[in-house]
């Protein structure tokens, strides 16, 4: 069994970077789907990152499951940052 202090790290550096992560890919998706200017969007989908970034700290340590919590940070933070990346360069 893992010491307490390691999962606890371990959930501090969910929180921070996959947290980051997330609000990231948020980010970029919301940046370039929102129907508004270019700059609009963007402004509102960096103000939106407090929201997204905040909710997925306080996910980090409500869940039980570590494995949960790092799969739950990383997935989406891909699927909506290349999603966004695809749909601001007209790809899709």
């Known amino acids: 069994m893992k010491s307490a202090p390691m999962l606890l790290l371990s959930r501090v550096l ?27 969007a963007v402004l509102t989908a ?4 407090f929201v997204v970034y905040t909710c997925a700290v306080i996910w980090v340590f409500a869940v039980h ?19 966004g990346l695809l749909l601001s360069r007209g790809g899709a």
């Open 65 to 83: 499951d570590l494995r949960r919590v790092w799969m739950g940070m990383l997935l989406p933070a891909i699927v909506c940052g290349g999603l």
């Open 46 to 49: 960096t103000l939106s990152a």
């Open 14 to 40: 969910a929180a921070i970077f996959g947290g980051y992560a997330l609000t990231s890919g948020v980010a970029v998706l919301l940046a370039a789907v929102l129907p508004m200017s270019r700059a609009e």
